[in-house]
Structure formats: C-alpha cells, structure tokens
Nanobody
Framework: QVQLAESGGGLVQAGGSLRLSCAVSGRSFSSSGVGWFRQAPGKERECVAGIARLGSFTYYADSVKGRFTISRDGAKNMLYLQMNSLKPDDTTVYYC?????????????????????WGQGTQVTVSS
C-alpha cells in the first residue's frame, strides 16, 4: 500500500523556521506530483505547495509564496517543505499528499481532486 509519513512539525516562534519531511513508500516517487496541504479546524483543506514530477515546476499559495519552499529528493523518496518567516496564522495541521499519476509531467498539482493519497498530518504551531 502507498503510505506517507510526515515529520518535522512542532512549536516555533514567529519568524522562525521549520522543515517538514514526508517519507513516501509503496509507489515510485517519480510517478506523480506531490504536495503539501494544511487544514485548520472548521476550515477547508488548502494546498500550500505542489511540485510536479519535473521538480522545476512548482505551485505556491499566495499566503506562503516567498516563505515556503517545496522540494523532492527522488533518491531518498522524500518530500520536504521548508517553512521560513513563520506566522501565527500558519498554525495548523499540515499534510503531504501524492497526486494522480495521470497528470502532466510539468504540472504542479494544486487541487484536492488532483491527489489520491494522503498522510496523517503533522502539527505546526507558531507562537507570537
């Protein structure tokens, strides 16, 4: 089975940084785009960053653009989200996800419907 395991969440002060990691197993890492989502209680899940199978193509939500960086390491089968200049509004649960394999190699997936496998999430808390 395809499994995703997030790690790296925690407590950080505003302005600080965290690096989230996602270990992917059960599927060839190069077979699909991948992304990071976040979902606060009572809110819809939103994509904060996506990366295509061709890693030079990325997507970022306006709220995180310039602060977050998504990357993938095919050799390690890992997905990362480097989060800098964190704000209290970034506090929520973050999920990594795998997109459907039918998407174009150069398309960074960004919609919930474009993903088919999800991790369990990792909590990020930014204190003020």
């Amino acid at each position: 089975q395809v499994q995703l395991a997030e790690s790296g969440g925690g407590l950080v002060q505003a302005g600080g940084s965290l690096r989230l990691s996602c270990a992917v197993s059960g599927r060839s890492f190069s077979s699909s785009g991948v992304g990071w989502f976040r979902q606060a209680p009572g809110k819809e899940r939103e994509c904060v960053a996506g990366i295509a199978r061709l890693g030079s193509f990325t997507y970022y939500a306006d709220s995180v653009k310039g602060r977050f960086t998504i990357s993938r390491d095919g050799a390690k089968n890992m997905l990362y989200l480097q989060m800098n200049s964190l704000k209290p509004d970034d506090t929520t649960v973050y999920y990594c996800a795998l997109a459907r394999t039918t998407l174009h190699n150069s398309y960074a997936p960004r919609l919930v419907g474009e993903y088919d496998t999800w991790g369990q999430g990792t909590q990020v808390t930014v204190s003020s």
